[in-house]
């Protein structure tokens, strides 16, 4: 089976404080890794998504980086966090055609 | 401006009650994907429809691709306090192998005992 594993489930971080999740992905080689970040439980917005290791392509100019240091790892990651950047986030994974997508469990980024 | 528009953003009912939520876009898709996510969790895979006008059936959820492959409806019938949660729908777009998976805003379904 493929497993997505995402971590911390939760993490309240103070404000200019840097930020690093992880996103691990088993049971498939070269899988499209994608960010997303939900706020209030609504709708996802794609952050950064990636097709191979080192290869990330953003989607919203903002506080936030991505890498790719392996195959299966994705990291989402900020110098300096700001109050904005509270939120849902999620780490999926991509089937081959890139038409389904299945999630990790999120992390709640709270920053005060 | 959404590339996919959902609605009702609501939904508040009694259990029993039928319901149906909608994903409404201008653009034409290859496929159409419903998830639904509940509170602390990541979104679950329901179904996806490729073919306009098709019809899938999951337990007591309906789903329908439009003719024109351009919005989906998902129908609950007699429904219950376990399909509270959020429905999201989503598509790939890009035009690119690797597009992007885009998600509407989501419908908050809640049904009260």
């Known amino acids: 089976s493929q497993t997505i594993h995402q971590w911390p489930a939760t993490l309240v971080q103070p404000v200019g404080s840097p930020l690093s999740l992880e996103c691990t992905v088993e049971g498939t080689s070269n899988p499209n890794l994608y960010w997303y970040r939900q706020a209030a439980g609504r709708g996802l917005q794609l952050l950064f998504y990636s097709v191979g290791i080192g290869q990330i392509s953003s989607e919203v100019p903002q506080n936030l980086s991505a890498s790719r240091p392996q195959d299966r790892q994705f990291i989402l990651s900020s110098k300096k966090l700001l109050l904005s950047d509270s939120g849902f986030y999620l780490c999926a994974r991509g089937n081959r055609a890139n038409t389904e997508a299945f999630f990790g469990q999120g992390t709640r980024l709270t920053v005060v | ?113």
């Open chain 2, 1 to 113: 401006t959404q590339l996919l528009e959902q609605s009702p953003q609501f939904l508040s009912i009694q259990e029993g009650e039928n319901l149906t939520v909608y994903c409404n876009s201008s653009s034409v898709f290859s496929s159409l994907q419903w998830y639904r996510q509940e509170p602390g969790e990541g979104p679950v895979l329901l179904v996806t429809v490729v073919t306009g006008g098709e019809v899938k059936k999951l337990k007591r959820l309906t789903f329908q691709f439009g003719d024109a492959r351009k919005d989906s409806s998902l129908h609950i019938t007699a429904a219950q306090p376990g399909d509270t949660g959020l429905y999201l729908c989503a598509v790939k777009a890009g035009g690119t192998s690797y597009g992007k998976l885009t998600f509407g805003q989501g419908t908050i379904l809640t049904v009260h005992p």
